[in-house]
C-alpha cells in the first residue's frame, strides 16, 4: 500500500480508480485500511478544488416549485400576495427571515439553500 498526498487531477483519478477497485474490501484488514485513507484523501481534495456551493435562492425556490408542480399563485399561499411574489422572484425584493422559515417548512427548501453564501 503506497499512499501519498493527492495534489493534481491525475492524482485524484488514480485514487478513484484505486477506491473503486477495493470497493468490497473488508474493514479491518489492510485493503479496508487503505479503502478508508484513500476515502479520506479524495474528499479532501473534491471538497478543496471542487466544492458544491447551495443554490442562489431564489434559483432554489424556483427548483422545488418545478418538482412540486406549483406556479407562482401556489406561491402566494407561502410568501404573500402576487406583488410580492413578483418582486422576490425578480429579484427586487429580499426574502425575510419569516419568508425563509416558511418556504423552508411548508416546502421543505434547505434553510441552506434559502440564506445563501457568497462564494
Do not use: C, W
Not at 35 to 56: F, W
Not at 63 to 74: C, I, N, Y
Not at 97 to 118: D, F, N, V, W, Y
Amino acid at each position: 500500500m503506497v499512499i501519498a498526498p493527492i495534489k493534481t487531477t491525475r492524482d485524484d483519478d488514480r485514487a478513484l480508480a484505486r477506491i473503486e477497485q477495493l470497493m468490497d474490501a473488508k474493514p479491518g484488514t489492510k485493503a479496508g485500511d487503505e479503502l478508508d485513507v484513500l476515502t479520506t484523501l479524495v474528499e479532501v481534495y473534491e471538497a478543496k478544488h471542487h466544492a458544491i456551493y447551495p443554490p442562489d435562492p431564489i434559483e432554489a425556490i424556483k427548483f422545488r416549485m418545478d418538482q412540486l408542480g406549483m406556479t407562482r399563485k401556489d406561491l402566494e399561499m407561502v410568501l404573500g400576495g402576487r406583488g410580492r411574489v413578483s418582486e422576490i422572484m425578480t429579484r427586487k425584493r429580499n426574502l425575510s427571515l419569516e419568508m425563509i422559515r416558511r418556504l423552508h417548512r411548508k416546502m421543505h427548501i434547505p434553510l441552506e439553500s434559502l440564506i445563501g453564501t457568497a462564494a
